[in-house]
């Protein structure tokens, strides 16, 4: 992507309204389907595409633990699925005091489908919530921009600009 290209795509994103407190409705309501037999600790997101649609995904535990998936990843997968690759915000909700922040898996997914600018939205049951710039929650992240300027990029063929 073009230095020009990306500004225009950051325009874009600036540009969008966000309905922050459908997302915050919308993760809340998810996080209620979360299976989390083994952790009770539930978890919803919610995100908005560029194309103003709106995704939702809760945690899904397994008794083979380590193959856990949380909220944020599979509500980006449904997106995916979709036909989205671009998020214009995100929302995680979970019933905690204390705002619940993606982990690093999580973080690295998520810098692969929101530009640095885009917003993390942390929120609980009491109604507080914290805001995160993508590049804050993630810095010098590798993204696919990486693997564009390998300087054999042959065998990269799934470009998105
Ligand atoms: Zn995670």
Redesign the pocket.
């Known amino acids: 992507m073009s230095a020009e290209n990306n500004k225009e795509a950051c325009n874009k994103a600036a540009n969008q309204s966000i309905n922050w407190s459908e997302l915050y409705k919308k993760a809340q309501q998810v996080s209620e389907r979360a299976y989390a037999p083994y952790s009770h600790f539930k978890v919803g997101a919610a995100l908005l595409s560029e194309q103003g649609q709106v995704f939702t995904g809760c ?1 899904v535990e397994n008794a083979s633990y380590g193959l856990t ?5 599979n509500c980006i997968a449904t997106a995916v699925a979709q036909g989205t690759t671009q998020v214009s915000a995100l929302v995680v909700y979970t019933a905690q005091q204390q705002l619940t922040s ?6 690295q ?1 998520i810098a692969e489908f929101m530009s640095p600018d885009a917003m993390v939205s942390l929120v609980n049951h009491l109604g507080d919530t914290q805001q995160w710039r993508v590049a804050d929650l993630l810095p010098a992240a590798f993204t696919p921009q990486n693997l564009k300027n390998s300087t054999d990029n042959s065998s990269v063929n799934n470009s998105n600009s």
């Open positions: 945690n998936v949380c909220a944020e990843r993606p982990c690093g898996a999580c973080r997914v």
